[in-house]
Nanobody, 115 residues
Framework: QVQLVESGGGLVQAGGSLRLSCAAS????????MGWYRQAPGKQRELVAA???????NYADSVKDRFTVSRDNTKNTMYLQMNSLKPEDTAVYYC?????????WGQGTQVTVSS
């Protein structure tokens, strides 16, 4: 069973930065794709950023040029660097990993951006 553990969330003022981490219990190079999703109260979960096993990245339009997804295969960890945070970025952020036909989720970490 693959476990994903997020960390790094917290409270930050608008314009600030946070870095989220997603530590995996499996070798992350075995995942086809890993991604960060977020869910704000009363809204659907949405994709924020993703990175493939080949290193290709994809971002939601709302976070382009502000967020950067990366991973360190030696640490089996994926990161999300979030800069120029806005109040609308407030949400629970979830780590996701896909291997074959199976998807795995972390428990989520809260990010709150105050205005």
């Amino acid at each position: 069973q693959v476990q994903l553990v997020e960390s790094g969330g917290g409270l930050v003022q608008a314009g600030g930065s946070l870095r989220l981490s997603c530590a995996a219990s499996a070798i992350i190079s075995s995942f086809n794709v890993m991604g960060w999703y977020r869910q704000a109260p009363g809204k659907q979960r949405e994709l924020v950023a993703a990175i493939t096993s080949g290193g290709s990245t994809n971002y939601a339009d709302s976070v382009k040029d502000r967020f950067t997804v990366s991973r360190d295969n030696t640490k089996n960890t994926m990161y999300l660097q979030m800069n120029s945070l806005k109040p609308e970025d407030t949400a629970v952020y979830y780590c996701n990993a896909v291997k074959g036909m199976i998807g795995y989720w972390g428990q989520g970490t809260q990010v709150t951006v105050s205005s």
